[in-house]
Each structure stands twice: as C-alpha cells, then as structure tokens.
C-alpha cells in the first residue's frame, strides 16, 4: 500500500500563490488515482481536485478552476497542487488522496472512493 504525506502549506496573503506537495512511499504513486481535498474550519471536507491514474486527466471544483492546478512527477512520487491568486476562503486543512484505479482514465471527486489519505498540511490565506 502506499503512504502520503503533504507539506508546503504555511501562512499568506491574498492573493499569493503556494504549491503543496504530497510525497509518496511504499508503491508509485502511478498505480493510483489521486486528488485533493480541504477541510476549511467548521465545515466538511470538501473536493478541490483530482487526476486519473494514467491519462492525465484533471478536473476540478467550481471556485478553484482557473486558479489551482493538480500534477505529479513519476519521476519523484510526488503530486502536486499549485494554488494562485489565494483568497481568504482558502484557508483550510489539504489532504492529498489516492485510490488504486483499474481504469485509467476515470476521475473520482468523492472522497469516500480514496483509501489512502496524507496527514493534512494547514494552508491559511490572511486577507
């Protein structure tokens, strides 16, 4: 099984830009499908983004199209989220997410079809 863990989240303004990262271990992380979730305080978890496991496909919530950008390096096992023009509403807990995908080309925005979870890195977006 595969182990994540996210870092890079930290304190900005609005208006700044962070990249999160989530480093696997145990397996590639190209077996998986993987995406992003946030967790923003008093709320339930919610969707930011996700990729398919081998065709590179994204998709992405409503309010962060356009300004967040999901990826990954095979080469490192790390995923990627690259977040631009942060607002306050931002401010949340990331978890990085992966789920074994028979088909490579689906996309799964429902957190309950992920089994692997990272730890949650703590992104606030000061205004």
């Known amino acids: 099984q595969v182990q994540l863990v996210e870092s890079g989240g930290g304190l900005v303004q609005a208006g700044d830009s962070l990249r999160l990262s989530c480093a696997a271990s145990g397996r590639s992380l190209s077996n998986y499908a993987v995406a992003w979730f946030r967790r923003a305080p008093g709320k339930e978890r919610a969707f930011v983004a996700a990729?398919?496991?081998?065709?590179?496909?994204?998709y992405y919530a409503d309010s962060m199209k356009g300004r967040f950008i999901i990826s990954r390096d095979s080469s490192k096992n790390t995923m990627y989220l690259q977040m631009n023009s942060l607002k306050p509403e931002d401010t949340a807990v990331y978890y990085c997410a992966a789920k074994t995908a028979s088909d490579g080309g689906r996309i799964y925005s429902s957190e309950t079809n992920y089994l692997y979870w990272g730890q949650g890195t703590q992104v606030t977006v000061s205004s």
């Open positions: 990729m398919t496991r081998s065709t590179g496909n994204t």
